[in-house]
C-alpha cells in the first residue's frame, strides 16, 4: 500500500467522529496482580465495548467515511470473529448491508453474534489468510466496500483512540502492553501514545503459534509464520499487514512472545482475580506480564489492554483446565501399588490428608510393565498449587508408593 503514515491528527479526527456511539472505556488500577507484577498495573477493559472488544473503533471510524453510493453496494470483510461483529453491528445501525468471510473454525459465538446482526457470514478456509482471499474475490465479484481489520488507516485511527484515552485516563503511564495479530491496534496506539509521550514504552504481545510480527521485525520485512493454530484466535493472522508493520517498525519499542499455557493461566487468573472474561488474544498482554517477558521496576506504571471478551462457551472449561493443568493446580499422577482390598481406601485418605481434591480415579490393570499383582492408579488431583503438588508426589513416594506426574 501506499498510504502515508497514521498522525495524531487522524486519531484525533477518528474519535471526534465515533463519539457517542461507542463506548470510552474504562481503566482499573488492578490491586489483584499488585502481588505478581512490579510497580503499578491498570487494565484497559475493551471487553466492555457494545461487540465485546475495541474491533468497532476502526470498522466505525472506516464504515463513517464511505459515500453513499458505495454504502448502496454493501461491505465486505474477512475476520475470525471481533471485526466480524464490529462491521456487522454498526453496518445494521447505519443501514449498509454486510458480508463477512470467516475461517470455518471460527467459535460459535462470534458466528451467531455476527448473524444476529443481520450479516451475511460465508465461511472460508481454516484462517484469517485464507478466508481474506475469498473477501477479495467477493469485493471483486460483488462490487462490495473492503472493510480491512486491521491494514487501513481509518481502521488503525480508530483504533488509536484507545491511546488517547490511556493518556487522559493514566497521565503517568511509562509503558503501555497490547495484543498483536495484524497489527492495526498496536500501530493506532503506538502513534496516539507516543506522539504525545515520547518516552512511554509500547510492547506488543503475540502467540508463540502465531508470531508474524516477532518474525517480520527480525528479518526486516513482512514474513508469514508456519502456524496460526491458537487459543488466541484473535490475533490468529500468519502475517501481519504491509502498512501496519511500517508503523511497528517505527513507532513500537519491543515485542513478546507467549505460549499458549501462558495465555490459558491468564485467562484463568482474571476470571479468579480481576473477575472479568477475557479471550486468547485479551490475556497475551497479562501473560506475558505475569510471565515476566517484560522488563518491569517497581517505580513504573503498566497499562495493559484487554483486548477482548468473547471466548466460546463450549471450550472455557477447556481452556480453564488447561489453565489450572499450566498453573499446577490440576495434576494427573500415575500410582503404581498393590492390586489389594483397601489399597484404594488408603491412597484416597493419603491424599485426602495432604489437602488435595481428587476430581477422578481409573484403574489400569492391563499394562505389559506391570506386575500381575499390582495395578496403576489414574488419579486426577486438584492443587492449591506446583509446590504443593510435588509434595504430594513426595509424600506419597515416602510410603513406597511408584508415583509419576504425567503430563
Keep these: 500500500m501506499n498510504e502515508p503514515g497514521l498522525t495524531l491528527a487522524g486519531v484525533r479526527a477518528a474519535r471526534v467522529r465515533i463519539a457517542g456511539a461507542l463506548v470510552q472505556t474504562p481503566r482499573t488500577l488492578s490491586l489483584a496482580f499488585g502481588d505478581m507484577i512490579p510497580g503499578r498495573l491498570h487494565v484497559k477493559f475493551e471487553n466492555l465495548q457494545r461487540t465485546g472488544?475495541?474491533?468497532?473503533?476502526?470498522?466505525?471510524?472506516?464504515?463513517?467515511?464511505?459515500?453513499?453510493?458505495?454504502?448502496?453496494?454493501?461491505?465486505?470483510?474477512?475476520?475470525?470473529?471481533?471485526?466480524?461483529?464490529?462491521?456487522?453491528?454498526?453496518?445494521?445501525?447505519?443501514?449498509?448491508?454486510?458480508?463477512?468471510?470467516?475461517?470455518?473454525?471460527?467459535?460459535?459465538?462470534?458466528?451467531?453474534?455476527?448473524?444476529?446482526?443481520?450479516?451475511?457470514?460465508?465461511?472460508?478456509?481454516?484462517?484469517?489468510?485464507?478466508?481474506?482471499?475469498?473477501?477479495?474475490?467477493?469485493?471483486?465479484?460483488?462490487?462490495?466496500?473492503?472493510?480491512?481489520?486491521?491494514?487501513?488507516?481509518?481502521?488503525?485511527?480508530?483504533?488509536?483512540?484507545?491511546?488517547l484515552e490511556i493518556v487522559e485516563q493514566v497521565p503517568e503511564v511509562d509503558v503501555v502492553v497490547v495484543p498483536v495479530g495484524g497489527g492495526g491496534l498496536i500501530s493506532g496506539i503506538a502513534v496516539a501514545i507516543k506522539s504525545l509521550l515520547p518516552n512511554v514504552r509500547v510492547i506488543g504481545v503475540e502467540s508463540a503459534a502465531a508470531p508474524s510480527a516477532r518474525a517480520s521485525r527480525d528479518a526486516g520485512r513482512v514474513v508469514k509464520s508456519e502456524s496460526a493454530d491458537t487459543i488466541a484466535d484473535g490475533i490468529a493472522t500468519k502475517r501481519v499487514g504491509e502498512l501496519t508493520f511500517a508503523h511497528m517498525q517505527r513507532w513500537v519499542d519491543d515485542l513478546g512472545i507467549v505460549s499458549e499455557d501462558e495465555i490459558a493461566t491468564a485467562i484463568l487468573l482474571l476470571l479468579e482475580r480481576e473477575k472479568t472474561v477475557a479471550e486468547g488474544a485479551g490475556a497475551a498482554p497479562a501473560a506475558a506480564l505475569l510471565n515476566g517477558r517484560i522488563p518491569l521496576s517497581a517505580d513504573q506504571t503498566t497499562v495493559f489492554v484487554l483486548s477482548g471478551g468473547h471466548i466460546d462457551v463450549n471450550r472455557v472449561s477447556r481452556i480453564i483446565d488447561r489453565g489450572l493443568v499450566a498453573d499446577g493446580r490440576l495434576v494427573r499422577l500415575l500410582v503404581r501399588m498393590p492390586d489389594r482390598p483397601g489399597s484404594l481406601a488408603r491412597l484416597t485418605h493419603a491424599v485426602a490428608e495432604l489437602g488435595a481434591n481428587v476430581h477422578e480415579i481409573v484403574h489400569r490393570r492391563d499394562f505389559a510393565d506391570i506386575s500381575v499383582g499390582d495395578v496403576v492408579i489414574v488419579m486426577h488431583l486438584e492443587t492449591r498449587g506446583r509446590a504443593h503438588a510435588q509434595a504430594i508426589v513426595a509424600a506419597l513416594q515416602a510410603q513406597g508408593l511408584v508415583v509419576k506426574e504425567e503430563a
Design 53 to 163: 472488544s475495541f474491533k468497532e473503533r476502526g470498522a466505525l471510524n472506516k464504515l463513517l467515511q464511505i459515500g453513499h453510493d458505495a454504502r448502496a453496494r454493501g461491505v465486505v470483510t474477512a475476520s475470525a470473529g471481533n471485526h466480524a461483529q464490529a462491521v456487522a453491528c454498526h453496518a445494521q445501525r447505519l443501514g449498509i448491508a454486510a458480508t463477512v468471510v470467516m475461517p470455518e473454525n471460527t467459535p460459535l459465538i462470534k458466528v451467531s453474534n455476527t448473524e444476529g446482526f443481520g450479516a451475511r457470514v460465508v465461511f472460508h478456509g481454516h484462517i484469517f489468510d485464507e478466508a481474506a482471499v475469498e473477501a477479495q474475490r467477493l469485493e471483486a465479484a460483488e462490487g462490495l466496500v473492503m472493510v480491512h481489520p486491521f491494514d487501513y488507516l481509518d481502521v488503525m485511527a480508530g483504533q488509536g483512540t484507545i491511546g
